[in-house]
């Protein structure tokens, strides 16, 4: 045994309240996605696609410029939905920041 006294763990310096003010640049709503955000997801994403309000997106990437939108009701051999991925303009922001919340989207 050493005579060093044991100094706690610092802990990491806690983000504010709300995180970061930009959602990040890719994320999916199902939990089996390595891209899943559950807790970013609670707080409600906005989403522009090709100039739209779009509700029915399932996942998206900035950087690449696509979404992914359910087809139907139709199910893939495994139960899950079926998607398609559509290429465009993407555009992100947190609802939960009001009507003046900072957007990420692709610089040209």
């Not at 995180?19 to 609670?42: C, F, M, N, Q, V």
């Not at 739209?52 to 996942?59: P, T, V």
Request: hydrophobic fraction near 30%.
């Amino acid at each position: 045994m050493t005579d060093t006294p044991i100094e706690p763990e610092k802990e990491a310096p806690a983000e504010s309240k709300s995180g970061t003010d930009t959602p990040p640049d890719h994320l999916a709503i199902h939990p089996r996605s390595k891209y899943y955000g559950g807790e970013l997801l609670e707080r409600g994403i906005g989403i522009n696609f090709r100039g739209e309000r779009k509700h029915n997106i399932e996942e998206y990437c900035i950087s690449e410029g696509w979404v992914k939108v359910q087809v139907g009701k139709t199910m893939d051999r495994k139960g899950n939905p079926l998607l398609i991925k559509l290429n465009g303009d993407v555009e992100a922001w947190f609802e939960d920041l009001g009507d003046d919340a900072p957007t990420i989207k692709k610089d040209a």
